[in-house]
């Protein structure tokens, strides 16, 4: 999660320095910046998918294990 907020902090801060520019390039560093938000989002969302998944396989496990040490 914060590494959600310093990518969304580092591409405001790479759009308010390109707005001192062009309006091209402030443009393309809008589009650019969106770009690296939304890799960001769709790692971040991978990374909590695959926690939820490790925390369901633990879940699993557990009764298992405690099945096992009752024998």
């Known amino acids: 999660m914060t590494k959600l907020i ?10 308010s320095l390109s707005a001192c520019g ?3 390039d402030s443009t ?3 589009k650019d910046a969106q ?6 989002m769709n790692k971040e ?5 695959g926690m ?9 496990k557990a009764p298992e294990q405690k ?3 009752k024998k």
């Open 6 to 15: 310093r990518m969304i902090l580092i591409a405001g801060t790479i759009a």
């Open 22 to 24: 062009d309006k091209k």
């Open 28 to 30: 393309d560093a809008a």
């Open 35 to 40: 770009k690296i938000i939304q890799e960001g």
């Open 45 to 49: 969302k991978a990374m909590v998918e």
């Open 52 to 60: 939820v998944k490790a925390g369901e396989n633990l879940d699993k």
């Open 67 to 69: 099945e096992e040490t």
